[in-house]
Every structure is written in C-alpha cells, then in structure tokens.
C-alpha cells in the first residue's frame, strides 16, 4: 500500500498524525492512505523554507537545470508506472494519463532549459539630459519562498508547473497538493529526491484548507501559485497580503462553430476534448455555439461521436472515460443536467450516473440561465446552443465570468481576426477547440479565470523579481 507523508525539513513523517485512507474513486478500493499534517508541521515547513532560501538562491544555473533535466529523464523512464498512481487515485483514463506524464516530462525539461534563461538587459542613461554618464543593468533574483498549492485533476503536471520553474528561478518551495490526489505527489516527490534535488528546497504539507489558509497568510511566503477554483482562491487574496499571487482559475470554455466550418472535425475534435478526464478540466468544451444553419448535421455527427467513446475501467488502455474525483461530485453534475432539461434543454445522450461515472451528455439549447451554461460543469457535460451572426457567438462567449480559453471552427480570415479580437479571453485557438494546451505557451485567463500565466518561461519571470544596477561614470 503506498503512502503520502509530509516532508518537512529534510525528513519524511512517519507516524503520530492522523491517518486518511486514500481509495479509487472507479472501485472504491483502498490504494494508499495519507498522514495529515498538524499546524505545528505546517510551521516547521515555512520556516525550512525561509532558511533554505538562500541556499537555494545559491546554487549555480547549470546545476539547477541538470537535477531538473534528470528528474525529467527518469519521470520518462517511469511514464507507465506513474500514469497507472494517477489512474488509480483519480479515475482518469490510463491513454490520458500516459498523456499527462508525457507532458510532465516537457514541464520539467522545459523549466530545465528556461534556468539558463534568467536574463537581463542594459539601458543606456543618456536617453536622459541627467544620464549622460550612467548606464543600468537589470537581472533576475528569486523571490524567496513559493507556496504552491495545487488540484486533483492533473495531479502530476500541475505539480511540475509549479515546482519546475520555482527551482529553475532558485527558490525554495512549499508544497501542498490536493487531499484527493497526495499519493503521486509524494511519488513525483521521491523522484525528485532521487536524482538530487535538494532535500531543503521542498516541504510537503498535507491537508485541506485550513492547511492552505495557515501557508497563504504567512509572511515568510514571497509567492503564491494556486491553482483551483474562485471561491478558495478570494479567500487566498483575502488572507495574502502584501503577497505576488498567481492563480490559474476555472472556465466554462466555449467553442464557435460557424457556418463554414469543418463539422466532421469540429464534432471530432469537440467529442474528444470535452469529455477527457470526464470533462474535469477547466479548459474542457463545456458549451459550443453553433451556427443555426448547420445545427442538425452538426449534432448528428457529435452525438455519433460522443457514443463512440468507451466508458468503463481506467485502467484499460482502450477507455476514454473513467469517473469523477469521487461520487458527490457525479451527484452534483447530474443535478444539474435534470436541472437544464427541466428548463426546457433537449437530452440528445448520456445523463446516466454509475458510482462516481456520469455518461458523457450532451445537451442542445439549454437556457442562458442554466448551470451548465452560466457556470463550470467540470464534468462531462457539453451543450450545444445555435447562434445567427458571429457577433451574437461572440457577446455569448463573452457573457460569462469566466475567459480562460475558446475555439473557433471557420476558414474565413474575417471572422478569425474579429473572434480573436473580440473575445475575451487569454486564449483563441482557431480551428480546434477551447482544450488545447501545450505547455510552453503562455497560458492563463481573464475576469475570474485567473491573474498571471502558467508554462516554464513565464512562471519563471512571475517567480523572480527584476534587480538594476547603475553604473555612474565618475570623470
């Protein structure tokens, strides 16, 4: 049976704090259990973290990147082992979890590389009458101690994203991963160690909130990078301070499919990426506008698409989707498909529960109002709504709290250029749905989808601060 144990200056905790048991969401079986951290564990944390700052600051750039480019090569070499931990403890399908270490895997090498990066620039004076004879010189200094605090539903490279560029940048780290998903954490932890990465640049705190509240509102904490969901996140800002926060939030990511569009791809593609991980991530299609004029094929080539795919164990290789994080949260989605066909939205499939598993559904024109429209469904709910003009897809993609990402289907320049132009959110992908991520690329939102941007080179500069240095020339 494996095990998550809070790592806190140096040492795993092995005994005398209280004991979670950790089972598969699919089986119910018990896989692991986990040793929940006390508040005096959560102090000796920030304060190993504190200590250690400098001496992570302190090791050279090529040193850094050489124990991240290890801990990416053996996370390779480990790929099936680790996706079947995240298979098991989350109910994700074992094709999208071998995706996901695959993506670990560049999340490192990636924050490897980005080490090397650390770069400044000089800024002649004498663009100044005063400056004539001085010159600045600008670098990058870490900013001390990041508390990363991540989710259950990319358990291993969510932890990378955070992880990963904290070190490259040279701090030291506070760990706290979701209650639901501890196990590969501390296995991503082990790995970590294993190659060298020093044992006081990482304390792992285990808990739920109030283990997050204890980090947030500590002093000693230079960053916070969140990822979750609103609510937990004001309560973050609430409690921060004089605190950099990054946080990478929800969506209800729509995706437009006009008129021109190429439906067997669009169904093909909006089949595929909205109901991965039983639609558990916040850049999954949730809502797809579709022009009036192509709304019939267009449903019937999506609900083909979408019985297509297999429900079942998540532990076969052939099973696109597995379950929900756990039973409540299926209950919750299907309150909310009978909540929008009672509003008068048409089931075209799905909305059957099985344990924690809801088939995946799909719902054409749902009301403006309904819950699955308005807010995330993060579960696997895709509803189809039509639309006349491009500027109406627009103004409803747009009216939602959310702007994470959206997707566009067309081939014509003028409606790509005014969708990009248009709609709010931090990112377009034309020709492909809202659910396309890689992990070098800037990504981030807009409104309550977030506030800075996650991939190696850009957490990178969210986890340094810029130092100048002038030079005056004396004669």
């Not at 298979?87 to 924050?111: C, F, I, W």
């Not at 916070?224 to 950099?244: E, H």
């Not at 597995?322 to 949260?329: K, N, W």
């Not at 299907?334 to 066909?341: D, L, P, S």
Request: aromatic share 6%.
């Amino acid at each position: 049976m494996r095990k998550a144990q809070p790592f806190i200056n140096g040492c795993w905790i092995n005994s005398g704090r209280p004991v979670v048991q950790v089972r598969s969401p699919y089986s119910g079986e018990i896989i692991g259990e986990q040793l929940l951290s006390t508040k005096e564990d959560v102090e000796n944390a920030l304060s190993s973290a504190f200590q250690a700052k400098k001496e992570i600051a302190g090791i050279p750039v090529y040193e850094r990147a050489n124990i991240l480019k290890k801990a990416s090569s053996l996370l390779d070499s480990r790929k099936e082992t680790f996706a079947k931990f995240i298979s098991e403890e989350l109910g994700k399908p074992l094709k999208n979890t071998l995706d996901e270490v695959s993506r670990s895997v560049e999340t490192l090498e990636q924050s490897a590389e980005e080490a090397k990066r650390l770069i400044g620039e000089t800024i002649p004076g004498s663009a100044s009458q005063r400056g004539t004879k001085a010159l600045a010189m600008t670098f990058r200094v870490p900013v001390g101690v990041v508390a990363a605090i991540t989710p259950f539903n990319a358990p291993l490279n969510l932890i990378c994203h955070k992880i990963g560029p904290a070190f490259a940048a040279g701090n030291s780290v506070v760990l706290k991963p979701a209650p639901q998903t501890p196990l590969i954490a501390a296995e991503l932890l082990k790995l970590l160690l294993e190659v060298g990465f020093p044992k006081h640049g990482i304390n792992m705190v285990l808990g739920g909130a109030e283990v997050g509240q204890q980090i947030v509102q500590d002093d000693r904490v230079n960053v916070i990078s969140f990822t979750g969901g609103v609510a937990a996140s004001r309560n973050i800002c609430d409690l921060a301070g004089m605190k950099k926060v990054l946080l990478e939030l929800g969506g209800n990511a729509a995706t437009i499919v006009h008129e021109d569009a190429d439906l067997k791809r669009a169904a093909a593609l909006c089949a595929l990426t909205g109901y991965s991980n039983s639609g558990q991530s916040c850049i999954s299609v949730q809502r797809i506008y579709v022009h009036e004029t192509v709304v019939e094929p267009f449903t019937k080539l999506f609900k083909e698409k979408v019985e297509q795919l297999k429900v079942g164990d998540p532990l076969s290789p052939d099973t696109d989707i597995g379950c929900l994080v756990d039973e409540r949260a299926a209950e919750r989605v299907m309150n909310w498909i009978k909540e929008a066909v009672q509003s008068g939205a048409e089931l075209i499939t799905g909305g059957k529960q099985h344990g924690a598993t809801v088939e995946p559904t799909v719902l054409l024109n749902p009301p403006k109002q309904s819950k699955v429209v308005c807010e995330e469904v993060f579960g696997p709910i895709v509803s189809i709504i039509p639309y006349c003009t491009i500027e109406e897809a627009i103004a409803e993609t747009n009216n939602s709290s959310f702007g994470l990402q959206a997707g566009l289907f067309t081939n014509r320049m003028d409606v790509i250029y005014q969708a990009a132009k248009e709609l709010e959110v931090g990112g377009v992908v034309i020709n492909g749905t809202s659910n396309f991520r890689l992990d070098h690329w800037p990504y981030g939102g807009v409104k309550n989808s977030g506030i800075g941007r996650e991939g190696p080179r850009y957490a990178i500069q969210e986890m340094t601060e810029m130092k100048m240095i002038v030079f005056q020339d004396p004669y």
